[in-house]
């Protein structure tokens, strides 16, 4: 808060506002032809929105104004809101456009942007969406806020008044001869502040143990989930998986803990229970009201919980979230020409809507089906015992009771009452889809694409759905195709038939990691091929131990600001760049036996303990991750084809049988590998005495290793699952170590 007290209680309070200059000096409809969706929408607008860039400094440099940065987002309720009511308003509009220069970004396009703002922000105790930023003209900030109605009052109920915070910056910045230097120094700032590593001794195992000791004492036994309060709860599904993978390794307590938080987050009104798919987060610590926009990576993230709870603990009842989660994914984020995903849905149907589309009430439901299913949607739903209520006071659905509760309540019999419930839910579903559709924004970001393709994977094993498999290769055919750039990344956004917007770490990270889960699932070369040309990417790319994960070269050259150094250790709101970057290339070390990469994977966690500080452990589980491989080590699954002289046909159908084996069967951190005559050198080092044992048999044998250690090869699928799940498995008891 410290510039905004300069700006109010210094040259804003004297400051008088000088004749204004005229709005024809901005471009019109600048946005016109903008790839994101958002800003050709705010084209329409009365404000004349600029896009990000070099002209647009420039013009401000010119006009000897400052800028007035709006960062926001198609999916973001608050900043719909503002647009139509804040920077619809008729003053505001002419004060902006004769004042100022306005740039509009869109946070899931330029996340080198939001970045840096979102940790500018924290000095004027704001964050999130619409983040309103008021900038010098080489975009140094002075004074950021949220969410902004257009009152002229300093202060409402609201928030800050626009009209009064316009005229103040305004007026400062044409006679307050300190205004650049304010927001030069507070730029300063930011970046000393976030290229200070802290001096950390502690070791990865100590790390690590922290992780899992905190997760666990955060852990709410009642609601589920890690980290409970008063405020919004997120997913936080890298910190399930960790709890998944911590407790295969002799610690079931996590594994409860996991499957417990994914079943109550499955009946919360965060889950839409007629169409699949979950909503942003929920602004409660119930899970019961959401914001309500779908987020791609959200349900990439929770598919791939979702799936590997269900090839843990077996239950169907997990397994037919993650269905229904790839129910909603393929009817609504899919696109069926590219056979790539759209990166999120709208909340809000119409101007003024908050979540409509989704939320019920009680005669709503009556009108859409019999009596006897009317009955048992308002008690399953929760609409008669402390219902769930969205801003608009209308009914958000949630899991009340199970089948076996309602039954006891309608007194019928359960399996009735599982038909009454199946019936409820189609009707409702079917009077839905007559209402206006949330809008879904068709932009195909390569970060969440790969994140989606490597989710589809994951669930194709766990399902035993081979077309999963194959829309995830699809996509990844698709952005090997079209998004590759010049120097050899990838592109962070295609949209209207083109490639745009540089690509950062996180785009290149994520298809390495979709990349090496491609290659085991499908055994195709190119694959692999391709995620070593971008683990070299991320190799050279790496400053002081670090990604250069927040910013784009042409961010750093624009602007006269020194970006802070990117804290990628911690998820949020998709997983740890540096950590998915670490397990990543551990992954591809073990597949082709090339040390450097493993090499790379310790380095790059060499710099956890120093910047991960005080963060939640909810939001440290790719991390945790990461750090759990590199204590429990990773089991290799070689899958060895026939080579004698009389190998038959029948031998592919039995590689192809211990294959799926492999692959269906739960581990952390188990990497899988097709190995023949041609790649026999890539194995581990421990299992090349009996490849070379075993030469010339007729049929195919699967091998599992792990550490220096093989077990003896086996033919059949069953015997090669049990030996996933127990091979080489450490378990912690009284006197220490103890193989299982």
């Excluded at 040259?11 to 946005?31: E, G, Q, T, W």
């Excluded at 938080?261 to 009104?269: N, V, W």
């Excluded at 969205?390 to 039954?407: E, K």
């Excluded at 046909?649 to 190995?675: C, E, G």
Aim: hydrophobic residues 45%; contains cysteine.
């Amino acid at each position: 808060m410290v510039c905004l007290f300069a700006l109010h209680h210094a040259a804003l309070a004297r400051a008088s506002a000088p004749v204004a200059d005229s709005a024809d000096a901005l471009p019109p409809n600048a946005l016109a032809d903008a790839p994101s969706l958002y800003l050709r929408k705010a084209s329409a607008g009365p404000v004349r929105w600029q896009p990000w860039g070099a002209p647009a400094f420039s013009l401000a440099r010119k006009l000897h104004r400052p800028v007035l940065l709006d960062i926001g987002a198609m999916w973001c309720h608050w900043c719909h809101v503002m647009d139509e009511t804040t920077y619809s308003d008729a003053k505001v509009a002419d004060l902006i456009n004769r004042n100022f220069v306005p740039i509009k970004v869109d946070t899931d396009e330029r996340p080198d942007i939001d970045a840096y703002y979102q940790d500018a922000a924290g000095a004027f105790g704001a964050g999130g969406w619409p983040l309103t930023c008021f900038t010098a003209d080489d975009a140094a900030p002075v004074f950021i806020a949220g969410y902004m109605p257009p009152d002229a009052a300093e202060r409402t109920p609201r928030g800050f008044g626009m009209l009064w915070v316009l005229d103040r910056v305004q007026g400062a910045y044409a006679n307050d001869p300190n205004f650049a230097k304010v927001a030069h120094d507070l730029a300063a700032k930011i970046a000393e502040h976030g290229s200070t590593l802290a001096a950390d001794h502690t070791t990865a195992d100590g790390l690590r143990a922290r992780i899992l000791i905190e997760l666990k004492a955060s852990y709410d036994r009642d609601t589920g989930g890690f980290g409970a309060g008063k405020g919004p709860r997120f997913y936080d599904f890298p910190a399930i998986q960790l709890a998944l993978a911590h407790g295969f390794f002799g610690h079931p307590e996590y594994t409860a803990m996991a499957l417990d938080t994914l079943r109550k987050i499955a009946a919360g009104g965060v889950y839409d229970q007629l169409g699949g798919g979950f909503h942003r987060y929920s602004t409660d610590p119930n899970w019961r009201v959401p914001h309500f926009e779908k987020m791609g990576y959200d349900q990439a993230m929770g598919l791939r919980a979702y799936a590997e709870a269900y090839q843990a603990s077996g239950d169907r009842a997990l397994a037919e979230v993650a269905r229904s989660i790839v129910g909603y994914v393929n009817g609504s984020l899919l696109d069926p020409k590219t056979h790539t995903f759209y990166s999120h849905q709208d909340a809000d149907s119409f101007a003024g809507d908050n979540g409509g589309y989704y939320t019920w009430t009680a005669d709503e439901v009556k009108r859409a089906m019999a009596p006897a299913q009317a009955r048992a949607a308002l008690l399953y739903f929760g609409f008669s015992d402390l219902p769930a209520r969205a801003p608009n006071g209308r009914i958000v659905l949630r899991v009340a009771m199970d089948s076996a509760q309602l039954a006891e309540r309608m007194q019928v019999p359960e399996p009735r009452a599982k038909q009454l419930i199946a019936q409820a839910r189609a009707a409702m579903l079917a009077a839905r889809q007559r209402r206006k559709t949330p809008q879904v924004d068709h932009a195909v970001m390569t970060d969440r694409n790969a994140l989606m393709a490597s989710a589809y994977l994951s669930a194709s094993q766990a399902l035993g759905d081979p077309q999963l498999a194959r829309i995830a290769l699809d996509d990844l055919d698709f952005i090997l195709a079209h998004l590759r750039a010049p120097d050899g990344g990838y592109y962070h956004e295609w949209s209207n038939s083109r490639a745009s917007v540089p690509g950062l770490a996180a785009d290149q990270v994520y298809l390495l990691a979709a990349l090496v889960d491609a290659y085991q699932m499908s055994g195709e070369t190119k694959y692999l091929a391709q995620a070593r040309v971008i683990a070299t990417w991320v190799m050279k790319s790496r400053h002081n131990g670090l990604l250069a994960n927040r910013t784009t070269i042409e961010f750093v050259n624009l602007v006269a600001l020194q970006p802070a150094t990117p804290q990628v250790m911690f998820d949020q709101p998709m997983p740890s760049v540096e950590a998915t970057a670490a397990i990543a290339m551990a992954t591809l070390a073990a597949l082709i036996s090339d040390p450097s990469y493993a090499q790379t994977s310790s380095d790059l966690l060499k710099t956890a303990p120093a910047i991960t500080g005080a963060m939640p452990p909810s939001t440290l589980g790719t991390l945790g991750l990461a750090l759990e491989r590199s204590a429990d080590g990773e089991a290799v699954v070689a899958i060895v084809a026939a080579s004698g002289v009389g190998a038959r046909a029948s031998a592919s159908a039995a590689a192809a049988s211990l294959t799926d084996a492999a692959l269906r069967t739960y581990r952390p951190f188990k990497v899988v590998m097709r190995i023949d005559s041609a790649n026999g050198a890539q194995s581990p080092p421990a299992m090349r005495a009996m490849l070379a044992a075993s030469a010339g048999r007729n049929v195919p044998l699967a091998f599992v290793c792990a550490g220096t250690a093989c077990a003896n090869p086996v033919e059949q699928p069953a015997r090669l699952a049990d030996l996933i799940r127990k091979f080489g498995v450490a378990t912690e008891s009284k006197g220490g170590l103890a193989q299982r």
